[in-house]
Nanobody, 117 residues
Framework: QVQLAESGGGSVQSGGSLSLSCAASGTIFSIDFMGWYRQAPGKERELVAAITSGGDRNYGDSVRGRFTISRDNGKNTVYLQMNSLKLEDTAVYYC???????????WGQGTQVTVPL
């Protein structure tokens, strides 16, 4: 069984920074894709950032230049550094891990990020 442990959410003023982390544990091998999605109230879940096992990164248009994704393959952990946060970044952030062995997709439970008015 695979578990994803997310941490680091919270509330921060506009312009501030937060960092998230997500550690995968359990019987999981050959993690390929790791990343973050988010979902704001009344909106669809959207890609925030993703990183492959080879280090290729992809960002959503709204966060490019402000957020940075990284990973520690030895720890099966993915990180998201969020800078210059805006009101519109308020959402529940979900970690996603895609493994090749077995071929599976795992989601974290979600962590709330709030940038108040």
């Amino acid at each position: 069984q695979v578990q994803l442990a997310e941490s680091g959410g919270g509330s921060v003023q506009s312009g501030g920074s937060l960092s998230l982390s997500c550690a995968a544990s359990g019987t999981i091998f050959s993690i390929d894709f790791m990343g973050w999605y988010r979902q704001a109230p009344g909106k669809e879940r959207e890609l925030v950032a993703a990183i492959t096992s080879g280090g290729d990164r992809n960002y959503g248009d709204s966060v490019r230049g402000r957020f940075t994704i990284s990973r520690d393959n030895g720890k099966n952990t993915v990180y998201l550094q969020m800078n210059s946060l805006k009101l519109e970044d308020t959402a529940v952030y979900y970690c996603i891990v895609v493994s090749r062995v077995p071929v599976s997709i795992y989601w974290g439970q979600g962590t709330q990020v709030t940038v108040p008015l």
